[in-house]
C-alpha cells in the first residue's frame, strides 16, 4: 500500500507541473505576440492622444509648454478605460471639443467619449457622448449648417449609422443608416456638393467610397469601389479628409507591418461621381522611439484654426500591455 506521504508527494510535483505548464503557455503567448490562448487574459496597445501644432498640416509639431499626452485612459473618472484613441476636433463656441473612442475594461467595448479645452491645448474630460449595446470607435464629427453629426464605427452592428447631436456636446440621438455591411473607420467629407463616405473593412486591405447628394438621400458606391484592394498599407481610413491650399488629402493607416504603425498621406486629384484618383504625398505621422508614441500613431484630425496655423490631435501607443479579468 502507497503511503501517505508519497501520495502527497506525487500530488505535489503533478500540481507543480500543471502550475508550470501554465505559466509557461502564458509566457509563450507574451513572447509570440498571441494571448487568444490564455483565459482572462488580453493583449492591447496603450493609446493615448496628445495635440501638435504647425504652419501646415504636414510640418506637425508639439507645442512648446504642453505635456503630451494630453488625454489617457486614467483621465476617464467614469470608467475603468483601458484606452483612449481615434480622436476627432470641431470648433465651438467656447473653444474646441474632441470625441474619440473609450476602451472599456467592463466589458471590452468602446464609447465616444468627450473633452474640451478653450485653447485646444490644455483639455478637460467631459464624459461618455454615445453609448450603445454594441461596440463604437473612430466618433467622425462633422458640422452642418449649424448642425453637428457623428458617423462612428459600428461594424458590429453590420451598418454606418448617423447621428445627430441633440445637445452638444454630450446627447447623441441616431438619424438613419447610411450604408449596410461590414464597415471600419467611416470618415465623411462634403465637397463639391455631395457628402463623401469613405470605409475600410475589417481585414484591413480594402477601402470603399460612397456618396449622396445629401445626408438625407441613398449613399450609392463609387463605379471605381473598391478604391484599395489587398494592402494594409494604405486602405483602412486614419483620419478626417484635410483640405490645404486648396487641395484635398486622404489620411490612411499603415498597417502593413504591425496595426497601428503610422499614418500615410494621400492627396486626391480628382473626386467625382465618375472617377476618384490619389497619390502619395510626404507627410507621415510615425513612431518616435520615445514617450506616448514611442511604438506608433495611426490617426489624425487637423484643423486651420487661423491663416497660417494648423491645430491637430493624432493617438500614440508605446507599447503592449496585458488586462487580467474579464474582457
Not at 476618384?276 to 484630425?301: I, R
Request: aromatic share 12%.
Amino acid at each position: 500500500m502507497e503511503r501517505p506521504r508519497t501520495r502527497r508527494l506525487k500530488r505535489s510535483i503533478l500540481w507543480m507541473f500543471l502550475a508550470g505548464a501554465v505559466v509557461a503557455a502564458f509566457l509563450a503567448g507574451v513572447v509570440f505576440g498571441s494571448l487568444r490562448g490564455v483565459p482572462f487574459v488580453k493583449k492591447y496597445q496603450d493609446w493615448s492622444i496628445g495635440v501638435l501644432v504647425g504652419e501646415t498640416p504636414f510640418s506637425l509639431h508639439p507645442q512648446a509648454g504642453v505635456e503630451n499626452p494630453v488625454l489617457r485612459a486614467s483621465d476617464l473618472d467614469d470608467m475603468n478605460a483601458l484606452f483612449v484613441a481615434d480622436p476627432f476636433l470641431l470648433r465651438c463656441a467656447e473653444g474646441y471639443v474632441v470625441f474619440f473612442e473609450a476602451l472599456n475594461r467592463r466589458d471590452g467595448k468602446g464609447d465616444i467619449a468627450f473633452a474640451t479645452s478653450p485653447d485646444g491645448l490644455r483639455w478637460t474630460y467631459g464624459g461618455i457622448a454615445l453609448d450603445e449595446p454594441f461596440h463604437l470607435s473612430y466618433p467622425c464629427v462633422v458640422d452642418e449648417s449649424g448642425t453637428a453629426y457623428m458617423v462612428p464605427e459600428s461594424v458590429e452592428a453590420m451598418g454606418v449609422f448617423l447621428y445627430r447631436a441633440e445637445r452638444f456636446p454630450e446627447e447623441w440621438v441616431r438619424a438613419r443608416v447610411l450604408i449596410r455591411g461590414r464597415y471600419v473607420d467611416p470618415t465623411l467629407t462634403y465637397r463639391a456638393g455631395r457628402w463623401w463616405l469613405f470605409v475600410g473593412e475589417p481585414e484591413n486591405d480594402v477601402l470603399r467610397l460612397f456618396s449622396a447628394p445629401s445626408l438625407a438621400d441613398r449613399f450609392v458606391e463609387h463605379p471605381d469601389s473598391p478604391l484599395v484592394l489587398g494592402t494594409r498599407a494604405s486602405a483602412r481610413p486614419g483620419g478626417r479628409v484635410l483640405s490645404f491650399d486648396g487641395r484635398l488629402f486622404r489620411c490612411a493607416q499603415d498597417g502593413g507591418r504591425v496595426y497601428g504603425e503610422r499614418v500615410r498621406v494621400f492627396e486626391i486629384v480628382r473626386l467625382d461621381p465618375e472617377r476618384y484618383e490619389e497619390v502619395e504625398v510626404s507627410g507621415t505621422l510615425g513612431p518616435t522611439g520615445s514617450g506616448w508614441n514611442a511604438a506608433g500613431m495611426h490617426h489624425l484630425d487637423a484643423l486651420e484654426i487661423e491663416p497660417g496655423r494648423w491645430l491637430a490631435v493624432a493617438d500614440g501607443w508605446s507599447r503592449w500591455r496585458l488586462s487580467f479579468g474579464s474582457p
